[in-house]
Protein backbone atom coordinates (compact mmCIF):
# COMPACT_ATOMS: atom_id res chain seq x y z
CA UNK A 1 0.00 0.00 0.00
CA UNK A 2 1.12 3.47 -1.15
CA UNK A 3 -0.30 6.62 -0.09
CA UNK A 4 0.39 9.56 -1.39
CA UNK A 5 -0.73 12.83 0.35
CA UNK A 6 -1.15 16.45 -1.49
CA UNK A 7 -2.66 19.70 -1.40
CA UNK A 8 -0.70 21.70 0.75
CA UNK A 9 0.33 25.39 0.29
CA UNK A 10 0.77 28.60 1.64
CA UNK A 11 -2.46 29.93 3.11
CA UNK A 12 -3.35 33.22 4.98
CA UNK A 13 -4.69 33.04 8.51
CA UNK A 14 -8.75 32.53 8.13
CA UNK A 15 -8.37 30.60 4.79
CA UNK A 16 -8.81 27.03 3.34
CA UNK A 17 -7.23 24.34 2.08
CA UNK A 18 -7.98 20.77 0.95
CA UNK A 19 -5.54 18.15 1.55
CA UNK A 20 -6.34 14.85 -0.33
CA UNK A 21 -4.28 11.12 0.40
CA UNK A 22 -4.57 8.62 -2.23
CA UNK A 23 -4.03 5.04 -1.59
CA UNK A 24 -2.55 2.57 -4.49
CA UNK A 25 -1.55 -1.16 -4.42
CA UNK A 26 -2.98 -3.96 -2.97
CA UNK A 27 -6.48 -4.37 -2.73
CA UNK A 28 -7.21 -1.53 -0.35
CA UNK A 29 -9.88 -1.96 2.10
CA UNK A 30 -8.71 -0.25 5.81
CA UNK A 31 -9.87 0.22 8.46
CA UNK A 32 -9.32 3.62 9.59
CA UNK A 33 -7.82 6.56 7.65
CA UNK A 34 -6.18 9.45 9.68
CA UNK A 35 -4.48 12.40 9.34
CA UNK A 36 -1.60 13.57 11.40
CA UNK A 37 0.33 16.57 11.95
CA UNK A 38 3.57 17.40 12.65
CA UNK A 39 5.80 21.10 13.54
CA UNK A 40 9.27 21.75 13.60
CA UNK A 41 10.60 21.05 17.03
CA UNK A 42 7.82 18.97 18.04
CA UNK A 43 5.60 15.64 18.04
CA UNK A 44 3.75 13.96 15.43
CA UNK A 45 0.07 15.01 16.62
CA UNK A 46 -3.26 13.13 15.76
CA UNK A 47 -5.32 15.31 14.02
CA UNK A 48 -8.70 13.34 12.47
CA UNK A 49 -9.70 9.72 10.85
CA UNK A 50 -12.82 8.01 9.79
CA UNK A 51 -13.70 4.53 9.68
CA UNK A 52 -13.86 3.13 5.92
CA UNK A 53 -16.78 1.43 6.00
CA UNK A 54 -19.77 1.30 8.15
CA UNK A 55 -21.38 4.11 9.84
CA UNK A 56 -17.98 5.90 8.78
CA UNK A 57 -16.84 7.43 12.66
CA UNK A 58 -15.19 10.56 12.61
CA UNK A 59 -12.78 11.50 15.18
CA UNK A 60 -10.93 15.03 15.92
CA UNK A 61 -8.48 16.35 17.94
CA UNK A 62 -10.31 19.35 20.32
CA UNK A 63 -8.06 21.90 18.26
CA UNK A 64 -9.40 21.63 15.44
CA UNK A 65 -13.14 20.43 15.74
CA UNK A 66 -15.54 22.44 13.98
CA UNK A 67 -12.76 23.98 11.96
CA UNK A 68 -11.61 20.82 10.24
CA UNK A 69 -13.59 18.07 8.25
CA UNK A 70 -12.64 14.14 7.23
CA UNK A 71 -13.97 12.74 4.66
CA UNK A 72 -13.56 9.68 1.85
CA UNK A 73 -14.35 8.55 -1.49
CA UNK A 74 -14.50 4.52 -1.48
CA UNK A 75 -14.60 4.28 -5.03
CA UNK A 76 -11.55 6.67 -5.41
CA UNK A 77 -9.39 5.10 -2.30
CA UNK A 78 -8.89 8.69 -1.44
CA UNK A 79 -9.52 10.45 1.93
CA UNK A 80 -9.83 14.51 2.29
CA UNK A 81 -9.12 16.97 5.16
CA UNK A 82 -10.96 20.15 4.55
CA UNK A 83 -9.09 22.58 6.88
CA UNK A 84 -11.14 26.18 7.30
CA UNK A 85 -10.40 28.98 9.24
CA UNK A 86 -6.85 28.39 9.57
CA UNK A 87 -4.19 29.62 11.84
CA UNK A 88 -0.66 30.31 11.79
CA UNK A 89 -0.64 27.13 14.87
CA UNK A 90 -1.93 24.62 12.25
CA UNK A 91 1.61 24.97 10.21
CA UNK A 92 2.80 21.64 9.85
CA UNK A 93 3.94 18.75 8.12
CA UNK A 94 0.73 16.82 7.76
CA UNK A 95 0.69 12.99 7.07
CA UNK A 96 -2.38 10.79 5.75
CA UNK A 97 -1.99 7.04 7.66
CA UNK A 98 -3.88 3.80 7.07
CA UNK A 99 -4.70 1.28 9.31
CA UNK A 100 -5.54 -1.81 7.64
CA UNK A 101 -6.04 -4.45 10.60
CA UNK A 102 -9.61 -4.76 12.11
CA UNK A 103 -10.70 -3.86 15.62
CA UNK A 104 -8.70 -0.55 16.47
CA UNK A 105 -10.71 0.51 19.05
CA UNK A 106 -11.98 4.10 19.53
CA UNK A 107 -9.45 4.97 22.53
CA UNK A 108 -6.50 4.07 20.02
CA UNK A 109 -7.63 6.18 17.14
CA UNK A 110 -5.66 9.43 18.07
CA UNK A 111 -2.88 7.41 18.43
CA UNK A 112 0.14 6.29 16.05
CA UNK A 113 -0.15 2.55 17.21
CA UNK A 114 -2.84 1.17 14.98
CA UNK A 115 -1.52 2.93 11.90
CA UNK A 116 0.78 0.15 9.72
CA UNK A 117 1.17 2.49 6.27
CA UNK A 118 2.12 6.71 6.37
CA UNK A 119 2.35 9.06 3.68
CA UNK A 120 5.06 11.31 2.78
CA UNK A 121 3.64 14.66 4.00
CA UNK A 122 2.36 17.43 2.64
CA UNK A 123 3.36 21.02 3.86
CA UNK A 124 0.79 23.49 5.07
CA UNK A 125 1.78 26.82 5.96
CA UNK A 126 -0.52 29.52 8.08
CA UNK A 127 0.87 33.39 7.61
CA UNK A 128 -0.12 35.49 10.35
Known amino acids: VQLQASGGGLVQTGGSLTLSCAASGRTFRPNIMAWFRQAPGAEREFVAA?????????YYADSVKGRFTVSRDNGKNTVYLRMNRLKPEDTAVYYC?????????????????????WGQGTLVTVSS
Open 97 to 117: AADIDSGTPPSRVATTIPYEY
Open 50 to 58: IRWSGSSST
